[in-house]
């Protein structure tokens, strides 16, 4: 099968299925019929609202935890799918997103009033770039590295990418 072509009815339900599925899906957000990786990373941004209220050491366990789980889910869906990295599989546009997003619960980076929504959609914004753009060694690794680790490992590198880009600007803006 494709990685281009939309999911079967059946390896929809087969997806949705399992834990594994459930999971590299981003909770159905990759089942969107168009702009999957876009889906996933508004998707992300609801437990991101959440996410960002835990102290930074925990956060940072959260998305190593996330990434290690990414890793096996979206290598037990590509399996499962036939495909190595199908559009569908979303997790590690939660990943990279969440790690994009980093220099927002940096106080240091923040302006005195604090958070503020257009962070948010810079942040989103870079992310989404870095991903589609996919500047080496992203489309690099997303070439070389297969299975679950592939699937993961270049939306990583364009969450840190985003993340030095939002730090910066945050950095020079504020």
Known sequence: MSAKKNLSADQRR????TPAGWLACGFGSGLAPVAQGTFGSLAALLPWLLLR????PIYLV????????GVW???VASRALGVDDHRSLVWDEFIGQWIALLPLLV?????ASGFAWWMLLA?????RLFDVWKPWPIRWLDRRVKGGM????????AGVFAAIVLALGLRTLL
């Open 14 to 17: 087969a997806l949705l299925a």
């Open 123 to 127: 942040g989103f914004v870079l992310f």
């Open 53 to 56: 209220e835990l102290p930074l």
């Open 62 to 69: 959260v998305l190593l935890a996330g990434f290690a789980v």
């Open 73 to 75: 889910a979206c290598n």
């Open 107 to 111: 106080s240091a980076l923040l302006p």
């Open 150 to 157: 592939g699937v993961m490992i270049d939306d990583v590198v």
